[in-house]
């Protein structure tokens, strides 16, 4: 028992804070000057460049930090847990995607309204995560055998995505958005991308509202899921944490990249479900046989890459028959 070992001093996690804090700034003072409208597949494909430019770029100044003030082995080491780690959480940030296109597609939500939702459902997942991480760290720091529960947990988690990823959940008996239904005054239509509007002094709260709250619960559910399944790549808190942030910030623009593709990548949700399954035994088996980050990468790749190029063929295919 005790702290887990982190390369991350202080500035390091200071200096982090604050470029998240100044690209989130930047994002929203962007999306508040151009009002409500539509994301370009131009715009949605330079931003989600310019977040992968990013993370790369901070993988190499972590390498060139680390290799300075702790020698080669530990950077490399580190830099390899990194990269697998942001692999992993964009993987199963794909399921992410998933249920956006389903909830606007559900509550029609017009295009033009959608990215205003998915800056706060960004927001809500960074803070999400941090909460989530420094929950997980103390506790694999303080009882070791809470990596069996996480792992146990993964291993469940796949099998039922992978038996139910052709099933279509249905909002109508989502308890939450009947509660909600049951309990918030609700306007019949969108008003503008607002969340509420004030009618003779009485305020009303628009299905906008209804997205963002949805969006935020399946952010916790997949926090729940995807931080456990970090801590089977690196226990450092340093690396989880930015990897994971790393892999949110793009989130946004990577929807509006492949949200019309959605229904192309529909063998997806196996990789995903394989992928959690790969996890879950790496961290059930790890005090017996500790599978390489290297290994790890690649599975991930290999798994990912495989289930999108079957998706594709298989889609040619039925359009070919179409």
Do not use: C
């Amino acid at each position: 028992m005790g702290e887990l070992q982190s390369i991350g001093t202080w500035w390091m996690w200071a200096g982090f804070g604050i470029f998240v804090l100044t690209m989130l700034a930047v994002d929203m003072f962007l999306l508040g000057r151009h009002g409500a409208q539509r994301v370009t597949l131009r715009e949605a494909l330079a931003w989600s460049l310019v977040w992968f430019t990013m993370a790369m770029l901070f993988g190499a100044a972590l390498w060139a930090w680390l290799e300075h003030s702790a020698g080669r082995e530990v950077a490399d080491t580190k830099v390899m847990e990194y990269l697998t780690g942001y692999l992993l959480e964009k993987t199963l940030a794909m399921d992410n995607i998933f249920v956006f296109v389903m909830l606007f597609s559900y509550f029609a939500v017009p295009l033009e309204y959608q990215k205003r939702v998915l800056v706060y459902g960004v927001l809500g997942a960074i803070v999400m995560r941090a909460v989530m991480i420094l929950l997980g760290a103390w506790l694999i720091a303080q009882f070791h055998w809470v990596l069996y529960v996480f792992g146990l947990f993964l291993l469940v988690t796949g099998i039922k995505m992978f038996l139910f990823a052709e099933h279509e959940p249905d909002l109508n008996k989502n308890p939450l958005l009947r509660w909600l239904r049951n309990h918030v005054r609700l306007t019949d239509g969108y008003h503008g991308d607002k969340f509420w509007i004030y009618q003779q002094g009485v305020r009303y709260f628009t299905p906008l509202f209804l997205v963002l709250v949805l969006i935020e619960a399946s952010d916790l559910i997949f926090a729940v899921d995807s931080i456990p399944a970090i801590f089977a790549v690196t226990q450092d808190p340093f690396i989880v944490f930015t990897s994971n942030i790393f892999a949110i910030l793009g989130l946004r623009a990577l929807y509006f990249l492949l949200a019309d593709m959605a229904e192309r990548f529909h063998l997806l949700k196996y990789g995903l479900a394989v992928v959690l399954m790969f996890v879950g035994t790496k961290m059930l088996i790890v005090d017996w046989f500790k599978i390489p980050v290297a290994v790890s990468l690649g599975v991930i790749i290999a798994v990912l890459g495989t289930s999108m190029m079957l998706s594709l063929l298989a889609t040619r295919h039925s359009d070919e028959k179409g």
